[in-house]
């Protein structure tokens, strides 16, 4: 059902995929008067997307209470890897030590769900066609010749995003080297199934769970600009394998690249980018999902504290600092697994190495980690070995009984975990702000990479989960933290 369009909100997000649903999500919890733009008329995808959740979006959504829905509609397995070498987290210290296979139709169905249950209204069949800020707010023209304002307008509108368009951000890399072919069809005959890399590239054949057949292949060139038919998918088959199998009845074919590219800012005024929007790349180790639900997290909680005038707008700049670093590095490693993923005797002879490398302890431990997002460290100056990274989720005893961390996020509001002398920590003048936690705890705690860290006295956590200050026995820097991430100290 379409939305009634209102033509005022303090925040209007473009685009209704994972990244935009999670980031209406936050704001909402927020209590911040969010809607979504989205030029779908459904929820609906057709056609392969992502494929799963890794270890870090998992925990993510269980910081919100949000996990079991997925859980309940995927399958658990260890689908993290490198250049089609696969990683092994078991042995993770994490509730998680897995990845989720689940197709981005049912991500994104279970995601809107939860929009709905926050009431965000998402006003379908509707598309941007341009774009204006001023000092106040940004002023959003539709197709349909409707206009729209909004204080802050974040773009989660894909790679071709029209918001970075509009807002002037360069968009900075790579250009493509190879083009793919996907599908869902039927074929007359049984395909060879399974992955598969030669000169050409990499290919690959697979049952999908609905029924049809999932097919990946390799095309000869690069710089197509038409929409890819079911004749080009038939001949980049026959130059593969030496046949198309028979293939019919195409539920989808589309086409992607090794394009690599980045914006250069996450942010311009009043308007910001999210996703695919601020970063692309090509799909191996299926990180794209993963680094555009965490930029919701990221961001989310840090706009609306800007919105309903908690803290200043810098926060904002803290959106760039922090997130652009991670998908800087996730562009690197999709490049070097291209790279590897090419077909010559020479580069048979790297993977070799690079697999032998990956099948030793530490090197495993530390890949694996970057490839599943739960070594993200933000840079919040020097200290103990947890500030800025995850907070992991904890068992607590606390006045309310035994409680995890993450339990304790579900609203998205920060919470200082005191496992000191009750008492011991004053934040009256944040109160309104932040949860204060007395809890009984393990003494050491396991981190992923970096092994057991002793329990510091006291943790400050913000919303996005990632620890913002640590405790040496006193409360020096408590209150620059609490001012720097939740605002001002409020008046005595």
Request: glycine share 10%; net charge negative; with cysteine.
């Amino acid at each position: 059902m379409t939305e009634l369009l209102s033509t005022r909100h303090a925040v209007v997000i473009v685009g209704a995929g994972p990244t935009g649903l999670m980031l209406a999500g936050e704001l909402a919890l927020a209590a911040i008067d969010v809607a979504i733009v989205e030029r779908r008329t459904s929820q609906d995808l057709i056609g392969s997307r992502a494929g799963g959740l890794h270890a870090r979006t998992i925990e993510m959504l269980d910081q919100r209470g949000l996990a079991d829905r997925f859980l309940a509609q995927g399958q658990v397995a260890q689908v993290a890897g490198f250049a089609w070498i696969r990683l092994d987290i078991t042995d993770f210290p994490t509730r998680h030590p897995y990845g989720l296979a689940l197709r981005q139709n049912r991500i994104e169905r279970i995601l809107a769900d939860w929009v709905g249950e926050l009431e965000v209204p998402i006003y379908r069949g509707r598309e941007v066609t341009d774009i204006g800020q001023d000092e106040t707010g940004v002023d959003i023209a539709l197709a349909d010749g409707h206009s729209m304002r909004a204080d802050y307008l974040v773009g989660c509108d894909g790679g071709r995003s029209t918001i970075r368009k509009g807002a002037g951000i360069d968009f900075l890399g790579w250009d493509p080297t190879i083009s793919c072919l996907l599908a869902e069809i039927e074929t007359a005959k049984e395909p060879q199934w399974g992955l598969r890399r030669d000169e050409r590239g990499i290919h690959a054949f697979s049952r999908l769970e609905n029924g049809p057949v999932g097919v990946m292949v390799t095309e000869p060139h690069t710089g197509h600009t038409a929409e890819p038919t079911l004749r080009d998918l038939s001949e980049a088959l026959i130059a593969v394998y030496g046949t198309d199998y028979g293939i019919h009845s195409p539920t989808s074919i589309s086409r992607f690249t090794d394009m690599t590219r980045q914006a250069a800012s996450y942010r311009n005024g009043r308007i910001l980018l999210a996703g695919d929007a601020a970063h692309v790349h090509p799909p191996m180790g299926g990180q794209g999902l993963q680094i555009g639900v965490q930029d919701a997290v990221n961001l989310g909680w840090k706009l609306a504290q800007v919105v309903n005038g908690t803290s200043p707008e810098t926060l904002l700049d803290t959106y760039h600092s922090e997130r652009h670093p991670v998908a800087a590095r996730v562009l690197r490693n999709t490049m070097a697994q291209t790279a590897l993923l090419r077909y010559d005797d020479r580069i048979e002879a790297l993977r070799e190495a690079v697999s032998e490398l990956l099948g030793m302890d530490e090197p495993r431990k530390r890949v694996a980690a970057m490839m599943s997002g739960l070594d993200v460290h933000y840079d919040l100056g020097e200290g103990h070995p947890l500030l800025g990274l995850r907070m992991p989720d904890l068992d607590l005893v606390t006045a309310n009984g035994s409680q995890r961390v993450f339990s304790l996020l579900h609203d998205a509001r920060p919470v200082l975990l005191n496992f000191g002398e009750p008492g011991s920590l004053d934040i009256t003048q944040w109160r309104d702000r932040v949860a204060l936690i007395n809890a009984r705890c393990a003494d050491r705690w396991m981190l992923p990479v970096i092994g057991a860290v002793t329990a510091p006295d006291s943790v400050l956590v913000r919303p996005d989960g990632y620890v913002a200050w640590v405790s040496d026995r006193t409360q020096s820097g408590l209150a620059d933290a609490l001012t720097t991430w939740f605002g001002p100290p409020a008046a005595a």
